[in-house]
């Protein structure tokens, strides 16, 4: 719970001081389920493929070291042709129409 230290000194601020504490809440009620619970979790291992070092380098290399910038690279722009209102507002606004 905060409480609110008065300043001791002529110009010094208030200061709050907080203790943070825990709520623990068990996962289960019954301590019991929980092996069974756990039995269900699918094995990560053998969804998703591992990649090495060296193979996270070279896809982030080739999405972040381009020459183009995002906007260049986005296919926005291709994708939804139809323009709505608010985008027509938008042009005829900077448009001076």
């Known amino acids: 719970m905060p409480y609110l230290h008065k300043p001791t000194k002529p110009g010094a601020f208030p200061q709050t001081n907080m203790k943070m ?29 591992r990649l090495s070092p060296a193979q996270v380098e070279a896809i982030l290399d080739e999405q972040l070291a381009t020459d183009g910038n995002a906007e260049n690279r986005s296919n926005e722009g291709t994708r939804y ?13 900077m448009t001076g129409k």
Do not use: C, H, Q, Y
Not at 21 to 49: C, Q, V, Y
């Open 21 to 49: 504490r825990r709520n623990t809440t068990p996962l289960l009620e019954d301590k019991d389920a929980i092996p069974g619970l756990l039995s269900k979790m699918p094995d990560f291992e053998n969804i998703f493929e």
């Open 81 to 93: 042709k139809t323009k709505n209102s608010v985008d027509k507002a938008f042009d005829d606004l």
